[in-house]
């Protein structure tokens, strides 16, 4: 590509939008801070791509650094960060945040005092111990000055782009806290006595401080709906002795609680070892696609290949947000990056905005089902499962089809219902200059084939970062090693949101594991699958849907499979076709009213009623909350099946989809009115049911349909 048609490019309006939007992303701090946490970021993201490459670390203490890095750069970027936009404008310090803050600072400084002196004992003595004095009053010190420093953070939210006063505060009790369950890991026995009523008070402690940090954390990046859910978990550990019927358990002491939920059965467990190494790895990737503008070159490809339809954007929002999303990890994050551009577009040729945000938030809720990369989802549940990887991406393919084709049919039958028209030409980049830039690609091509070559995921996804530079190479937007540098900042910040949540759902996976209510839970599904199978999947699908509110993918997955999928492999199910259940009802609790937070990010950029926009999300993705039952009822869609029986149920399941979206919009090869529209949905059922007598059913209700639409007067639309 010359400097010429890079600056041709730079003149699009699908380029100038994305400038805009990554102007917007860049947002850092002010001044020496912004330097400092720039700095703290590219080393926070180097330090992994390090460790995970280079010289490995002991497990445990891997996953500690790993939120202890989080929650620093959380902190000290909360104020660019925050979702609910609690700040407020610069202005001098009020005597009440001054004494809260002094007095945190004096209880965390001391601890913090503390835990470094005894690594300083710890490295200069070859004795194990410790004076007991040092720590005598760790706790009490560290608990309650971090407590005020949140009662602080609340009350006085950070001054714009500057890092507040009690931020401070809590970056140093995250050290404090992380540093002594660190310390304490073998010279205080911690692995042993974790959970027992011999764990050390002080680890208890710590541990307390540290989840109160997470969840301070997670409700000033990703909202109160998580923290909520949380809470409740958190009640149920101590409140069990007086819950009634399954959810009674016998109550644990504070003690014994926090030093458990702060261990590999917890916060340290599966959610943390996928947001240490898989999510931050690809989250590294997808910063090196936006620096090298290979990220771009997706989205651009998406509207020369399909703005030109009619409802052209909309289409576009299918393609790019699929592409993009399957490796943001958010579907929310997948909206505001990709939706910037194709929801204003949207609303130019003709989309309600009500319409538009539901479309861009459907779209891009898929991104987190698209294979090979899943929003990090497959690699979770390989973690989780023990199923290959290459296994579960094949599994997904035929599902993430369904869905994605369904919603292009949504868009094309409105499109056709209101008339829309596509885009122009001198609207759209120049699909054959495109083309011949199609090498663009490399960075995905080399990942799925290094994956599917025997590859670890690690190094497949530190290859495919090193690609993204490489070919960067190719074009006007070379990477050189200040970009590099950047690309390694803007990872860091795209990936603490994410991993503070998984680092919240860990807490609530590990109170599931401390009081045995996922087994308990298993027991009330299988009762119910003696009455009705189908009644204990809608009801499992409910639980799943509930547990995912307010969650990115990995965190709802992670939770909802520790509660639900042992129940359904209880009653009989397998365990591939019961956790790509679980995964997707997880994945479209982010679509699902009144909790739909991929619909309000997505009505926050069209304008519109965020309800309204929630309700209109779920009508376009409404197959995603069937296609779970079909691959119930058809293996064949997971590839669990021979050759013919998976085409069978793949060709049958797209026309079943195709239908289900014309009884929806009320369109099929043109308006159709109410009546036909209920004959369209059973007919879509006979399809998705996957049965050859149901199948056969399905045919002719469709062939009787379309010989009404092609010889027939057409009724008005119902």
Not at 3 to 26: F, I
Not at 159 to 169: K, M, Q, T, Y
Not at 395 to 421: C, K, N, Q, W
Not at 466 to 475: E, R
Request: glycine content about 10%; some cysteine.
């Amino acid at each position: 590509m010359t400097d010429q048609s890079a600056r041709d490019a730079d003149s699009n309006p699908v380029d100038l939008a994305q400038s805009e939007a990554e102007t917007t992303r860049a947002v850092m701090l002010d001044g020496w801070q912004g330097k400092l946490f720039y700095l703290l970021c590219v080393l926070y993201s180097g330090w992994h791509l390090f460790s995970l490459n280079v010289v490995p670390l002991e497990t445990w203490t891997y996953r500690i650094l790993h939120i202890a890095g989080a929650l620093v750069l959380g902190f000290g970027l909360s104020a660019i960060l925050r979702v609910d936009g609690a700040t407020r404008r610069p202005t001098a310090s009020s005597s009440l945040e001054t004494a809260l803050v002094a007095v945190s600072a004096v209880g965390v400084g001391l601890a913090l005092a503390s835990v470094a002196a005894a690594f300083g004992i710890q490295a200069v003595s070859s004795a194990d111990a410790v004076p007991e004095w040092l720590f005598a009053y760790f706790g009490w010190l560290l608990a309650g000055g971090a407590l005020l420093a949140v009662i602080a953070g609340w009350a006085f939210p950070a001054d714009g782009n500057r890092v507040a006063a009690g931020d401070w505060v809590l970056m140093a009790a995250a050290l404090a806290a992380t540093g002594f369950i660190l310390f304490s890991l073998d010279t205080l026995g911690l692995r042993l006595r974790a959970g027992t009523p011999f764990a050390d008070p002080n680890n208890s402690w710590a541990a307390f401080v540290a989840i109160l940090l997470i969840l301070e954390l997670t409700r000033r990046v990703a909202g109160l709906a998580l923290v909520a859910i949380a809470m409740v978990f958190l009640a149920y550990a101590f409140l069990g002795p007086w819950l009634p019927g399954f959810l009674e358990h016998k109550g644990y002491d504070a003690k014994r609680f926090f030093s458990y939920v702060f261990t590999d059965n917890g916060v340290l467990g599966p959610t943390t070892a996928v947001s240490s190494t898989y999510i931050i790895l690809f989250i590294i990737f997808a910063a090196f696609l936006q620096s090298s503008k290979v990220g771009d070159y997706f989205v651009n490809f998406a509207f020369a290949a399909a703005g030109r339809a009619r409802g052209g954007p909309a289409k576009v929002s299918v393609f790019a947000s699929g592409l993009m999303g399957m490796i943001n990890g958010t579907s929310a994050g997948n909206v505001v990056s990709t939706g910037s551009l194709t929801i204003p577009l949207m609303k130019k040729v003709g989309y309600k905005p009500q319409s538009a945000g539901a479309i861009e938030a459907a779209a891009s809720t898929g991104g987190q089902i698209m294979p090979p990369i899943m929003g990090a989802g497959a690699f979770i549940m390989a973690e989780i499962t023990g199923i290959p990887y290459t296994e579960l991406v094949v599994a997904a393919l035929i599902p993430a089809v369904l869905y994605f084709a369904s919603i292009y049919f949504m868009v094309d039958f409105e499109a056709s219902r209101t008339g829309m028209r596509g885009m122009s030409s001198d609207e759209l980049p120049k699909l054959k200059d495109l083309v011949r830039q199609a090498y663009l690609f490399l960075p995905i091509v080399i990942l799925i084939g290094a994956l599917f070559t025997g590859y670890s995921v690690i190094r497949a996804g530190t290859l495919a970062i090193a690609s993204a530079a490489v070919v960067s190479w190719l074009t006007p937007y070379k990477m050189g090693p200040k970009e590099m540098i950047e690309a390694l900042s803007s990872g860091s910040r795209m990936s603490v949101q994410i991993i503070v949540v998984c680092a919240c759902a860990g807490l609530i996976v590990g109170v599931i594991s401390l009081t045995g209510v996922g087994a308990r839970f298993s027991a009330l599904l299988f009762d119910l699958a003696q009455q009705s199978q189908l009644l204990a999947l809608i009801f499992a699908m409910g639980i799943a849907v509930i547990l995912g509110m307010g969650m990115p993918t990995t965190a709802a997955y992670a939770v909802a499979a520790s509660v639900v999928a042992p129940g359904l492999i209880e009653i009989g199910i397998q365990p591939l076709v019961a956790h790509f259940f679980v995964f997707y009802f997880a994945v479209v609790s982010a679509i699902t009213p009144p909790v739909a937070l991929a619909a309000y990010a997505g009505a926050a950029i069209a304008g519109s009623e965020p309800m309204r926009t929630s309700v209109a999300s779920f009508r376009v993705g409404l197959a995603a909350f069937i296609v779970p039952f079909m691959f119930f009822y058809s293996p064949g869609l997971l590839m669990e099946a021979a050759w013919y029986e998976v085409m069978r149920n793949a060709l049958t399941a797209l026309i079943g989809v195709y239908m289900l979206a014309g009884a929806v919009q009320g369109w099929f090869l043109g308006p159709i009115g109410a009546i036909a529209r209920l004959v369209l949905l059973s007919g879509a059922l006979c399809m998705i049911a996957g049965d050859w007598r149901t199948d056969i059913a399905g045919v002719l209700i469709a062939a009787s349909l379309y010989a009404q639409a092609r010889f027939m007067p057409r009724p008005a639309a119902g």
